[in-house]
């Protein structure tokens, strides 16, 4: 699934463009374990960042498959068509190293987020193989851990702009 929303004012130029990358399974938000994932679905998360964050571009990508995570990825990095990723990797946080580096191989900033508190769940689910090579890990939030996801990119840029001031 691929939409982009670009700021709805349209005198105004974009500061940023991010892409929103979802992993497995994120398809069935909303129909898959209301009581943990909660019940808005992806289109609703995604429609709730473009009205939050009228001034932002947004590009959202789901995929079940983790290859074509890799290739969004890399695609991204070859074009330069962002200034900052938010990824829900899935179940692929868990124990993908080809994803952990492709987000090395990558300049972009990355912030990993979770709608659970994966530390609160089951064992398996408590590491995150993609997380060191993160700019920054939020979980727990539902879907305002997009929201704080976005805040923190753009801080990032905010901080990378001033660099060398004081």
């Known amino acids: 699934m691929k939409r982009k929303h670009p700021a709805k004012d349209h005198n105004r130029m974009t500061k940023h463009s991010f892409l929103v990358l979802n992993g497995p399974n ?4 909303g129909k898959r374990e209301p009581e943990i994932y909660g019940c808005l679905g992806l ?11 009228p ?3 947004f590009e959202f990508y789901q995929s079940e498959y983790e290859g074509a995570l890799l290739e969004k990825l890399f695609e991204c990095e070859d074009k330069g068509s962002v200034d900052g990723i938010i990824l829900n990797a899935g179940a692929f946080t ?7 580096d492709a987000i090395s191989a990558i300049r972009i900033p ?13 064992e398996f689910r408590r590491h995150s ?3 060191e090579v993160c700019a920054g890990v939020i979980s727990g939030f539902g879907s305002l851990s997009y929201h704080l996801g976005v805040q923190a ?3 990032k840029a905010a901080e990378k702009s001033s660099e060398g001031k004081c």
């Open 43 to 53: 289109d609703d998360i995604n429609r709730g960042l473009a009205d939050a964050f």
């Open 153 to 155: 990119l753009m801080a």
């Open 94 to 100: 868990h124990y993908s190293v080809a994803l952990r």
């Open 110 to 122: 990355v912030i990993e987020v979770h709608l659970s508190n994966i530390y609160a769940r089951e």
């Open 26 to 29: 994120l398809s069935r938000l």
């Open 55 to 57: 001034d932002i571009t």
């Open 129 to 131: 193989v993609i997380s």
